[in-house]
């Protein structure tokens, strides 16, 4: 696996392994690697020639009193399982490298960047989908692959793409869990054993909107109550949202039709985890 830190190397590595006209394969990461990160690499192994996949933990993607100093780093570690993995080429620039001094210029996908984790989270997907363009711009995609498990980073990206006219298929990939239903997440190394248990109401929640989805409701209101009820049991967890949406637009599902998005987001202690499942 060849490493790159410059922008000049990825962009003259990438440029060759396209060379031939092969199809080349983008996983964009902030590191910290998990299953649900190498599903990505295989899914884009298995329809792509070549894969490139990138460690950069963004700061524009974080708010001011958010996790980006503590967010956790493991470089070596990362290295060893994206070679495992087959990668060929890993792009891993500095802070500096991305966005030099007096770098001032912005994507934002209007609209869509306010909903769901853009509500509590201001100017987050604003720093994705401008580090997402560049990444596109440096690395020139085939296709680029993405996880299930940032529902609306999914929605905003493919707009973005298509807004934009950016020649690069965006593939959305299934959440990898644990066994007991947890959505893997490099944030999960925060909790502690006692929160870590705390944390599966996130899962609990949207099990029992499945649940009465599949028995025949489709009023959003009431499955968004119900998993909302389920939160209130768990008093150690602090609710952000719970919402029913339109997977593409991320507005409100007046009825919850096959297709429709439940997304949650919550704190377990001071972390903040992210859930979602397709109706
Ligand atoms: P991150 O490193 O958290 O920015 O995630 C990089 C990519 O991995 C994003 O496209 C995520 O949606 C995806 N991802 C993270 N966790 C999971 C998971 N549990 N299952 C599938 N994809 C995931």
Known sequence: MKICNTIADMRAA????????????FVPTMGALHDGHLSLVRAARSSCEVVAASIFVNPTQF???EDFAKYPRAFERDCDMLE?????LLFAPSVEEMYPAGAVTWVTVEG??????GRSRPGHFRGVTTVVAKLFHIVAPDA????????AQVAIVRRMVRDLNLPVE????????????????SRNAYLDPQQRQQALVLHRALMRVKKSWEGGERDAKK????????????????????????????DAANGAGAGALVAVAAFVGPTRLIDNILL
């Not at 869509?112 to 984790?117: A, C, E, T």
């Open 14 to 25: 990438c440029r060759a392994a396209r060379s031939g006209g092969k199809r080349l394969g």
């Open 223 to 250: 499955l968004g109550a119900e998993g909302r009820e389920e939160f209130a049991a768990e008093k150690a967890v602090r609710l952000d949202y719970f919402e029913i949406v339109n997977p593409d637009t991320l």
């Open 84 to 88: 495992i993995e087959g990668v060929a």
């Open 170 to 185: 965006i593939v959305a990939c299934p959440i990898v869990r644990e066994a007991d239903g947890l959505a893997m997440s």
């Open 63 to 65: 708010g001011p009193t």
């Open 144 to 151: 680029a692959f993405f996880g299930q498990k940032d529902a």
């Open 112 to 117: 869509l960047s306010d909903k769901l984790d």
